[in-house]
């Protein structure tokens, strides 16, 4: 699986900001795919994730801002993020596994193991 991130870049405190992700070699019938991020000097977490179904996952931080979404059987995927706030400047990274059991395994954020370069997002207050 080869993932491409695009979309990132710098936004004013409340502004709106659109990811995008280029998923290529997708030969499995089904895949989890979810959007982390890293802030400088923390560690990585899920942010928004999807299963094939199309059920989703948010992060506590980020619910009823951001929406995560697929097309094109799972080739494209997005983050649509509203209301940024400074604590949403980092790398934010695409990513996937092949999703091979339901009832909630793309909900673990351990599961993922194909992984794009990421974008940079910026919010200055």
């Known amino acids: 699986v080869h993932l491409v991130e695009s979309g990132g870049g710098s936004v004013q405190s409340g502004g709106s900001l659109r990811l995008s992700c280029a998923a290529s070699e997708l030969t499995y019938p089904s895949y989890c795919m979810g959007w982390f991020r890293q802030a400088p000097g923390k560690r990585r977490e899920a942010v928004a994730l999807?299963?094939?179904?199309?059920?989703?996952h948010y992060a506590d931080s980020v619910k009823g801002r951001f929406t995560i979404s697929q097309a094109n059987r799972q080739s494209e995927l997005y983050l649509q993020m509203d209301g940024l706030k400074s604590e949403g400047t980092a790398m934010y990274y695409c990513?996937?596994?092949?999703?091979?059991?339901?009832?909630?395994?793309?909900?673990?954020?351990?599961?993922?193991?194909?992984w794009g370069k990421g974008t940079q997002v910026i919010v200055s207050s």
């Open positions: 990513a996937a596994a092949r999703q091979t059991n339901f009832d909630g395994y793309c909900f673990q954020p351990g599961v993922y193991d194909f």
């Open positions: 999807i299963n094939g179904a199309g059920s989703t």
